[in-house]
């Protein structure tokens, strides 16, 4: 499958000429054709018009319209068969059997939304009618619903070239709510963006839908992300990555005139506290379960547990023994680029530079820089250091976990009163363990958005119950979504018609129901026509 | 009933001995007893940590508790009797009429809370029970819900003592939603805002809760309001007020280190646009309604229609002439303080002062300085000096309508497409005109929060389809109400709990549906148990 190595802006191809850069191979160190060049910050404005203008249309058209384009990309992007998944191989070094999951992941997540979307409730209609006689005043005819908030800024991720990137989640949702949406794609896999863009930029021809409704950008450094972000029809922002690169994308929204809400997905070191019980029934299996939850993706998951809580006894040290010895028995694993691997080191070295912090085990065999790669490596360190040395809270995006030996269960309380916000935190208790940890549960969920019990935090389910946020630094807006139906929500806003023509108001809201959407009338929930 | 002129610190009189100030009578100009006492920086700091103490004792109890806290709070206001609503007409100079009005719409606001935290199914739960069986991955037990975000800093308006202030409905909804309350009270009702804290925090004493759910903290100037803002135990901020000051606190809150979200509720000119049908068939009444929604409340509406679009022609000049008829038969009102009527005189100035801006009408009789008295006034300019001249876009808060003469309908779509964003938009018309005005409608949704037909804006009815919110500069966040039910949504974030045992569940996620709440499960939404 050939690629031209241009931006995508509104169905045409960008503009060459301006900086260039090629994909890089990490499993070889190998630069990839084609040269890719980056978009000017007037192609990036232009998306953004187009997609201001694609908006006007889009969001007048039915929610089936809606459905279909994303039921149509989903079919696109199996139509693109193997050369999608041989090229996000080459530019990412992931296995074709995770890409293969993680494409599936992808269609599915756009099945979910068409479905959503087709099904219409998420709209939240609600209907006061008038009521003419009350005293001391009339009640107006008053029915909400949630519209489309307009244009949204994608940014993809580096270690989901799928499911997080051009047609992910954000990109999902956005055109779910009635979003028209401009990809910024992540350097580190360019091809495998433009590849997913076509698909996409296809299926809105094939759905005579306007062509602004989609652009991809290719660009480098801050400036291009800002300009997206800065630009003036943008009214929403996605971001999967770093603290540093989505707290200045945060900024640069909130400083705009018009302040817009920045979803940036950032940082999270999703702490795991193993109880007693649990440590003594099934002290192997825990070992076991962290070492494939923590080098999953070799450690490059944002639900990574990289912060290990246990107490202090025999049934702790049998357990650390035996995560030491699967992970001096465990592979290498090649990083997603040279980058990537060489902040893992520098983070994990000022981890292990903490006074009291003791390397526990690192993995066997070579690990090549050629090849990007890096052994799984754990570390252990008093429980009370937590307290002491921030450096302790940071997150190592890399096949890296620290194990904190606690003398008690009220330094587990306080290690977790300590923590930042995360996305996850875990628990691995037996049913009298749990019982006995309501306090440390209580604190937990003041400090993540999805509790896990007895299980590992990375693979989150795309689920109308699921909660992939949390508190900052894990996100800049916990109160949303970033996987998940709900995920929806960001992308909308309300809007409330006083005694609107029955004939004029959106078919969600007029009195026959033709949609058969669950409304809230007079307060109670309903599906029956006024 | 009498003042003692003090902050009140979770439960507990502030300190005297630093600034003081006096509320201001403005229909006398003469100060009123006692003297305030501003509260000290460690005070405000004082309170937000016993409102975090408060927060962990509050948010883990029943939704029954909730409710009774609204209710108690509702009766004890009531239980003041006359002297609150005396003590508001002394500092505010409204109407005892309207007064009693706005007491019964804020303790209907907090029944209808309370009837919500009873009803419970606002908490959005959400189920997708264990597949242990799924291929390629067993799915587990997700249950997800919202839950209280934390202290939240309340900011009282100047224009609603009672509804906007610190019993109004950005308390209601915090305690609804489970989070504890500090209210900066507006300098403007000091006295009326010491009677509701007392009742509040009488109402607190009663169901038994932590003292710190609730404070009151008296000051001027920003340093205090920055400070709440900027306290880290702040989670989320209301405010309703200027666009300067809702700017402010909204960039503090997105600069500190962990941001929060402000809802700021702040500048609205509130378009109407007049079709031509209407003003053909019902110019007189047109006319009259209009002076009675932008001078109610002597213009201090955020809802006031400051704008007034329509048609040249000779139903137009009819219509035009009967409002400067009606406006200068109309009586002056005294303003809610010297300073917003100051402000208003050099708003309107600028507006007044565009070329081709010209004067219509202003209201008969004397406005009194001494009894901070304003005449109703109105200008008319051609609708394409809108495009022409940002000024004429700003609000002049007080009684005060801009009539713009346009020669098409072309340009009323024109001055739509340049409006910034509104709480509300009106549309008059009859039949007829509205089904030709279909442009102008979807125009206008992309710039208001609420759309009127054949109404007029002020009036915000208290129920779960309304919509008080808008595009900035109208609100900071787009995407939520401070009126009505859907409040509640500012102030609560979306947790997951994943296999956590059925007995260590919130009851709204436990299998037996103990609440009887309407829940999603597998995405379809019932109230069967699991």
Redesign the interface.
């Known amino acids: 499958m050939s690629l031209h190595g241009l931006s995508l802006v509104a169905g045409s191809p960008g503009r060459p000429g301006g900086v260039t850069f090629r994909a890089v191979n990490p499993a070889t160190a190998q630069p990839l054709e084609p040269v890719f060049h980056e978009a000017s910050l007037a192609e990036a404005g232009h998306a953004l018009d187009a997609a201001a203008t694609a908006f ?1 249309d889009y969001r ?1 058209r039915p929610a089936a319209d809606r459905a279909r384009l994303l039921d149509t990309i989903a079919a696109e992007i199996e139509g693109l068969g193997d050369a999608l998944l041989q090229r996000a191989h080459a530019e990412t070094g992931l296995p074709l059997a995770r890409l293969t ?1 993680e494409r599936g992941r992808t269609c599915g997540q756009l099945r979910l939304f068409a479905q959503l979307v087709r ?1 219409g ?1 998420w709209v939240d209609a ?3 009618p008038a009521l003419p006689d009350r005293q ?2 009339p ?2 005819d ?3 619903m949630l ?1 489309p ?2 244009p949204v800024v994608v940014f993809g991720s580096s270690n989901f070239p799928l499911a997080f990137s051009v047609a992910g989640g954000d990109t999902a949702s956005a055109f779910a709510a009635g979003c028209p949406v401009v990809v910024k794609a992540h350097r580190a896999h360019p091809g495998t963006s433009e590849l997913v863009a076509g698909a996409i930029t296809r299926a809105v021809t094939a759905c005579g839908l306007p062509a602004g409704l989609f652009s991809l950008i290719h660009g480098g450094g801050a400036s291009i992300g800002i300009a997206l972000v800065k630009h003036p029809t943008t009214t929403a922002v996605g971001f999967t990555g770093s603290h540093a690169a989505g707290r200045a994308l ?2 640069a929204a ?2 705009r005139p ?2 817009i ?1 920045v979803f940036a997905e950032m940082s999270s070191i999703n702490p795991v506290f193993l109880l007693p019980g649990a440590v003594r029934e099934r002290g192997a299996a825990l070992a076991q379960g962290l070492l494939a939850s923590f080098t999953l993706g070799v450690g490059q998951f944002c639900t990574k547990p990289g912060l290990v809580f246990a107490l202090r006894g025999p049934d702790t040290d049998t357990f650390v023994a035996k995560l030491a010895e699967l992970v001096r028995a465990a592979p290498s694993g090649t990083m997603l680029t040279h980058g990537i691997r060489e902040a893992f080191l520098e983070h994990r070295a000022r981890i292990t530079a903490v006074p009291g912090v003791e390397a526990l085990a690192q993995g066997g065999g070579t690990a090549d820089i050629a090849r990007t790669e890096l052994p799984p490596s754990v570390a252990t360190t008093p429980a009370r250091n937590f307290l002491r040395h921030p450096a302790l809270a940071t997150e190592a995006f890399g096949p890296f976990a620290l194990v904190l030996l606690a003398d008690s269960a009220d330094e587990f309380q306080a290690c977790a009163a300590a923590l930042e ?1 995360q996305l996850t935190a875990t628990l691995h208790g037996t ?1 009298a363990d ?2 006995g940890a ?1 306090a440390l ?2 604190t937990l ?2 400090k ?8 590992f935090p990375t ?1 989150v ?1 795309v ?5 992939h ?1 949390g ?3 894990a996100t ?6 970033s996987v998940g ?2 995920a929806i929500q960001r992308f ?10 029955d ?2 108001l959106p078919p969600a809201l007029q009195n026959a129901n033709p949609l058969g959407l ?1 409304r ?1 009338v ?2 109670a ?1 309903t599906r029956e026509p006024l």
Chains 1, 2 share one sequence.
């Open positions: 006007a007048a999951g099904d409730s609600r209907i006061d001391p005043l009640r107006p008053l029915r909400r519209i908030l307009g945060f900024d909130a400083s018009q302040p809400p916000g049913a749990l019982a309501r549960l209580a969920e003041q993540a958005g999805r509790i896990v019990i007895n299980g693979g389910e689920c109308p119950a699921m909660n946020g508190p900052y630094p800049t807006d916990v109160r949303f979504t139906t709900a909308v806003r309300p809007v409330c018609y006083q005694s609107l023509p004939d004029l669950l809230l007079n307060g929930p």
